[in-house]
């Protein structure tokens, strides 16, 4: 196990994870389309960034064969293991993340072949709502040369990574030595330690 690697891949990964989950919880700006839009860009360039760096983790601590086990649902009820997802987001030949009911409506009715005055039948109502008025929890629209189009639910994507692998990969560092939980007192002298402890107690109570 190559420590700084691990080291380094585990604080990247967090950060994404970080702004994902900021991104995932927070509801879309009202009438602000193109701060949604660039919500959505950005989350999508951290969602490359969080894999990139989960796939390095993983493999760097020993634990592949565990992230392919560990499968989740997609939208239509099959089961795909995080691993494949991983990569295929990493290699993708389409990814979008879609948080605006309107919008991904709109797709869904494209996907259907139709066009001319049948595809404004199918979409009239939604060209007449306003974007990002109905949103919806992120899902995220992906295919690569492995996988047709697959639609899967972020934030239960993010939960199943930080709950079933992150632990796990903790614990197979401390076994090599390594670290990877910050303890937040290890700048303090003694006597600093002391004083928020006694500080905390004070706010708990």
């Given at each position: 196990m190559d420590k700084k690697v691990v080291r380094a891949s585990y604080e990247s990964c967090l950060d994404a994870t970080a702004r994902l989950a900021s991104y995932a919880t927070s509801k879309p700006f009202s009438?602000?389309?193109?701060i949604n839009e660039r919500q959505d860009t950005l989350a999508a360039d951290d969602l490359i960034a969080f894999c990139i760096h989960a796939r390095r983790l993983v493999e760097n601590v020993g634990l592949k064969e565990l992230l392919n086990k560990t499968?989740?649902?997609?939208?239509?009820?099959?089961?795909?293991?995080?691993?494949?997802?991983?990569?295929?987001?990493i290699h993708h030949d389409l990814l979008m993340i879609f948080r605006c009911e309107t919008r991904f409506k709109m797709l869904q009715a494209s996907?259907?072949?139709?066009?001319?005055?049948?595809?404004?039948?199918?979409?009239?109502s939604e060209i007449k709502t306003p974007a990002y008025s109905e949103p919806i929890p992120p899902h995220v629209l992906f295919k690569?040369?492995?996988?047709?189009?697959?639609?899967?639910?972020?934030?239960?994507?993010m939960q199943i990574f930080s709950q079933d692998i992150l632990p796990a990969v903790i614990d197979k560092a401390l076994d090599q030595g390594l670290c990877l939980l910050d303890d937040p007192l290890q700048d303090m002298t003694e006597e600093e330690r002391v004083r928020a402890l006694s500080r905390a107690k004070v706010l708990k109570s």
């Open positions: 009438g602000a389309s193109e499968a989740m649902e997609t939208s239509d009820r099959s089961l795909i293991s995080l691993w494949k997802i991983i990569g295929c987001l996907l259907t072949g139709a066009t001319g005055e049948e595809f404004f039948k199918m979409v009239e690569s040369d492995r996988i047709h189009y697959t639609l899967i639910n972020l934030v239960r994507f």
